[in-house]
DNA sequence: TGTTAGAATGGAACCGCTTCCAACTGACGA
DNA sequence: TCGTCAGTTGGAAGCGGTTCCATTCTAACA
């Protein structure tokens, strides 16, 4: 069926070992000779099997990817910027999705004992240390992006940073009743971006001594829908908020519809900032925190391809900027 | 290091071959021998490498998708089908993304003569005649999904119904001026949808006699800025649309930019149809077709699934409904 | 001229499974 | 008592590469 290494060795009148060195680009073989199992190879059509190449290397050829997957448009980002680089790479891309905690844990388990991949990349969901002693002894290298672990090399940004700029925008605004609208503090994957946002926050709040009021912190699971009815309690407040702060921009979505529903204008009647910047925020004119998305991708896999190289083990953790997209969702207060 | 089978065959003393029996499932072993061997491998904590059992069973236990893959929402949304089903299966998911022609060439390539898909599921892309052959000759089945090649199985929908189904809600609301935007007749992927979706337009306007003037029909690259500008120039006429046709979701959202820009309500001063009903449509309250995206990566999977087991070779056409997801874009026209 | 270091090469052993064939064991009917 | 046969089992031979070691050849050096 398929030609294999030995047909190319006795069609080139070779031993297979000058083959397979000729295929791996080997210094140790004449010109010659090398020209001669090149031009068989072209002829006979041959390419190496994947399979056999794993086997005998010891390496799986893939790279894994875990991702709370397509249900947020900011992961389906960092994933492109994954794919950028796998795709110039040697490496598969084998794709696993998140959707419960258990689906988690039982994905980060197989991947550190079925030696599947040479490498992971983690995105969005915070393993726990028992996870990573499991890979550390299996030999698997791990980086994160958009999580922490102090044993782990990550690539992250500074969502208190990030939570203090939002703030501060809408309070250089003229804004002091600001509104936050998150995720749970304890969520089922323990997202910690929505967490630190707040934090960041708050540190604005308070160096403005602007008190933070306990009624305008809504939490609910992460989404449009939650985010649209937590805004509905905001602004049924005797006295609402006249700027909301929404943890990302799927929630601020969920924001600038319930006040489209309760007849209130963006921004003239509620500011709104959001966090990410998705793509349709800008098509939505909506005001956020821009994070690299695609590049955080792009970063983490060269992260993890150097240290597959490399096994020194140290865990870097690199972090890339946020920055202000102004748009037309925030103004100052209205009277 | 690792644990292997022949640890285990002579921790329990038997044969590597029983061993393999057991973990295969073979009936021919006595249920105290399986018994032993089943508490060897727990003791031991064994797991057969992956790579050893794709390389003798010359199967490489995943499968390749092939996609447009983030450029578009609804792509994403199919793939959510594919991984549902893949995680439940014994195999591994390899994602390819295609962001140009020549790379989905040389993708169709490779799928082809590296052996490292057991199967492959082309998401929106049309494959040649070569490829076709290319992928037969490999042995490597292929199923389509949102494209049709006669030789090979597929889970499409009905654009031309789909089109046609839109133009009839416009034409029901009094509508006579109806516009469509949609993709280029060729473009560089071929994508035939919007053609489809604009020939069941047209079938709609001859059925009332309704002319298509060549003015409303604007087309121009996939994606809300062309869209956007294409729909200036439609509003420009002397004769404006009171309607316009997207030939997908992604486009309708452009349309309804360049609306606002240009101070037209919508639905009242113009009504606006799109295509797929992808999730932020139903934020934006947008009247769509709905297609089953989930549904047909979902079912694009096992129907690949099924025919890697029996390669009986016959080309099902799987076809799956499409709705009208009716909402306030629409609406009868002015005066 | 003999010695030797180094380059080029062949090929066996190995990676860790599956599978097939031969062999062994009892039971059973002739 | 002796095949026969079905149920079990062991283990060699692949799968198709990589790698290491031994070998051959060449050229340079003492």
Same mark, same amino acid.
């Given at each position: 069926m398929a030609v294999t290494i030995y047909d190319v060795a006795k069609q080139a009148d070779v031993g297979v070992g000058t083959v397979s060195r000729v295929l791996n680009n080997h210094p140790q073989v004449s010109p010659e000779t090398r020209q001669r199992v090149l031009s068989v190879i072209q002829v006979l059509n041959y390419r190496p099997s994947p399979m056999a190449q794993r086997l005998s290397r010891r390496k799986t050829l893939a790279i894994g990817v875990i991702a #709370? %997957? %397509? /249900?947020?448009p900011s992961v389906v980002e960092r994933l492109r910027g994954v794919e950028a680089v796998t795709a110039a790479s040697e490496y598969d891309l084998i794709v696993y999705n998140v959707e419960t905690p258990a689906k988690r844990d039982a994905i980060f388990r197989a991947t550190a004992d079925n030696r599947r991949v040479d490498g992971l990349l983690v995105i969005s969901l915070t393993p726990a240390d028992c996870d990573v002693a499991r890979w550390r002894e299996a030999g698997v290298p791990v980086v994160l992006v958009d999580t922490h672990h102090p044993a782990l090399a990550r690539i992250v940004v500074d969502d208190v940073q990030g939570g203090y700029r939002a703030a501060q925008h809408l309070i250089e605004l003229g804004h002091r009743r600001i509104a936050f609208v998150g995720d749970p503090i304890h969520t089922a994957f323990n997202f910690t971006s929505s967490r630190d946002r707040l934090v960041g926050l708050q540190q604005a709040l308070d160096e403005h001594g602007i008190p933070f009021r306990p009624a305008y912190h809504q939490a609910g699971e992460h989404g449009q829908d939650q985010a649209r009815a937590l805004t509905h309690q905001l602004l049924a407040l005797? *006295? &609402? &908020?006249t700027a909301i702060f929404a943890a990302s921009d799927s929630q601020a979505l969920g924001v600038m519809q319930a006040a489209r529903e309760l007849g209130r204008? #963006? &921004? *003239?009647d509620l500011s709104v900032i959001g966090f990410d910047d998705i793509e349709i925020s800008e098509y939505l004119n909506l005001t956020t925190l821009r994070q690299p998305l695609f590049e955080s991708g792009y970063r983490g896999i060269e992260m993890l391809l150097r240290s597959m190289e490399q096994i020194d083990g140290e865990a870097v953790c690199q972090e890339l900027p946020v920055e202000l997209a102004l748009?037309?969702? /925030?103004a100052p207060p209205a009277h």
């Amino acid at each position: 069926m398929a030609v294999t290494i030995y047909d190319v060795a006795k069609q080139a009148d070779v031993g297979v070992g000058t083959v397979s060195r000729v295929l791996n680009n080997h210094p140790q073989v004449s010109p010659e000779t090398r020209q001669r199992v090149l031009s068989v190879i072209q002829v006979l059509n041959y390419r190496p099997s994947p399979m056999a190449q794993r086997l005998s290397r010891r390496k799986t050829l893939a790279i894994g990817v875990i991702a #709370v %997957f %397509f /249900t947020r448009p900011s992961v389906v980002e960092r994933l492109r910027g994954v794919e950028a680089v796998t795709a110039a790479s040697e490496y598969d891309l084998i794709v696993y999705n998140v959707e419960t905690p258990a689906k988690r844990d039982a994905i980060f388990r197989a991947t550190a004992d079925n030696r599947r991949v040479d490498g992971l990349l983690v995105i969005s969901l915070t393993p726990a240390d028992c996870d990573v002693a499991r890979w550390r002894e299996a030999g698997v290298p791990v980086v994160l992006v958009d999580t922490h672990h102090p044993a782990l090399a990550r690539i992250v940004v500074d969502d208190v940073q990030g939570g203090y700029r939002a703030a501060q925008h809408l309070i250089e605004l003229g804004h002091r009743r600001i509104a936050f609208v998150g995720d749970p503090i304890h969520t089922a994957f323990n997202f910690t971006s929505s967490r630190d946002r707040l934090v960041g926050l708050q540190q604005a709040l308070d160096e403005h001594g602007i008190p933070f009021r306990p009624a305008y912190h809504q939490a609910g699971e992460h989404g449009q829908d939650q985010a649209r009815a937590l805004t509905h309690q905001l602004l049924a407040l005797d *006295e &609402p &908020p006249t700027a909301i702060f929404a943890a990302s921009d799927s929630q601020a979505l969920g924001v600038m519809q319930a006040a489209r529903e309760l007849g209130r204008r #963006v &921004p *003239e009647d509620l500011s709104v900032i959001g966090f990410d910047d998705i793509e349709i925020s800008e098509y939505l004119n909506l005001t956020t925190l821009r994070q690299p998305l695609f590049e955080s991708g792009y970063r983490g896999i060269e992260m993890l391809l150097r240290s597959m190289e490399q096994i020194d083990g140290e865990a870097v953790c690199q972090e890339l900027p946020v920055e202000l997209a102004l748009r037309g969702s /925030t103004a100052p207060p209205a009277h």
